[in-house]
Every structure is written in C-alpha cells, then in structure tokens.
C-alpha cells in the first residue's frame, strides 16, 4: 500500500470527516489537509494554535465564521466540474472557525504553519484568477484561490487545477523540493482529486532524483496524493477530466519549480 496515497472515508453522518493529513499521520511538515462533509445545519468548529487555514467551499454552500466575522451562504457550485471558482475564507493563527452547512456540502480545509496574525479575508469567487495554462495535450485551467502573489497569508498557497481528457497537467514533471531560491523553493504538496464521470481515474507519479521516492499510483475519485518531495506529474486518460486542489507551503512563500531536465524538452518543442 502506497504511503503517498490515502483513500476517502464514506459520508455517513451529518459531519464526516473524508480525509485528515496531518503532520502526525504523514511525513509532511509544512501542510496539513482535511476534507469535510456536512449536512444541512451540521458544524464543524477548530480552534487554530499556530497555524493558518484557508477554507474552501469545494461544493454547496456553508457558513463561515472567525467569531468575530460570519461570511454566509458561501459556494458557487454543486459539482467542481461546472469549471467555475468557488468561494473561500482565509484565517490566520490563535484563531478559532466554525462551519456550518447550509446545503450538504464538501469542504476543504487547508493548513499550514503560521505565528503571524493577519487578517481573516474572504476569497470570493468573483476575486479569483482564473488561468489557462499549456498547448497540446498538457492543457488545463487553473483557479489561483491563493497564489504566492497575493499577500494574505503567511505560508500557504491554494491552487484549483482541472486537466483536460487525454492531457497531462504538473507537466513537464516539476519539483519544488530545495530551499535553493531564485532557482526553486521547498514547498510541501497535497493533491485532492475528482474525477468526471466518478469512476474515471487518473495516474500520478511522485519520484525525485535520486529514485528514494518513487511511486506511480492509480488516483480515483475523492483521493488524496502527499508529496513531500519530488517531481508529481498527472496523465488524464481520455474520456476523463480532472479535477484537483493543490495546497502547498514551506519556510518561504514562494513557488519556484524546477523542471525535471530530462522532459523539459517537451516545453521547448511546443514552443
Ligand atoms: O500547472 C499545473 O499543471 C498545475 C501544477 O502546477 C500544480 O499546481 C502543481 O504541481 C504545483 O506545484
């Protein structure tokens, strides 16, 4: 059983908690991941020590609140496959969140380390960069919920990925494993994945340099892939479309990756 792949847990209740990456149940120090279902009326609340979070209203709506701020009614969609940004709410350290369902919804709850207050923000829908990435068959669209360029939080960065059928997305194979900037930063990474149609499936491989990692692992629907390191392509057989949500973080704010030298000749013939 792969150490990088984690399967989801059944909704069953009114508050289930599908998937829960933490830096004690992984190898990842930087990130930490929960996926969260609520029926109508359910909560889920946490109180935050010295880390940060961005919530994400992946489907349905939810209420969203810092006790001092609630942000309500947020979420765009039923399924991420209508291909369009949904709403998010940032909040940073020795805070604490509640999130209440107003409609069954999926949420994603993005953490990483934080000893720096800043402000709660509420990422809408309408604020988010929307972005259309490669040519041939490595074509996809990209929702920048919270990229490095935008200041609002300390370590994290989210990023909503969907990858044409037949296309290949983090491809050319990069890695973000060095603290070695201008030339790359190290940045931890989790991958939630969906799939359209459900029983579609997509291959990532995670593997660095010197081969200490590496895995190819078949992804389903609802699944979760930590890298802690390495290059972390993903192939979409045809027929299939794929969605992902990206959370990253490391001891800088910065996404520089480093091609993998021997496909980066792909970039350039497509030039
Ligand atoms: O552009 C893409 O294919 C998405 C990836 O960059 C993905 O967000 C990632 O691998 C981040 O390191």
Redesign the pocket.
Known sequence: MSKLLRKPNKAEQELTVIHNVTTENSSLEYVEFKVVDLTPGAKYAEELDEKEVCIVAVTGRINVTDQEQTFRNLGTRESVFEQKPTDSVYISNNRSFEIEGVSKARVAICYSPSENQLPTKLIKASDIGI?H??VQN?K?L?HNILPDSDPSANSL?V?E?F?ESGN????PP???DQDNLPYESF?E?T?YHEMNPKQGFVFQRVYTDDRSIDETMTVEHGDVVI?PAGY???GVPDGYVSY?L?V?AGPKRT?K?HNDPDHEWILKSRQ
């Open positions: 972005e990435r490669g490595n996809r990209v960065l990023v990925v990858t290949w997305s983090s491809y990069h890695k973000h940045l990474e991958y890298v972390h392509p993903v992902y990206n990253m996404w990756f």
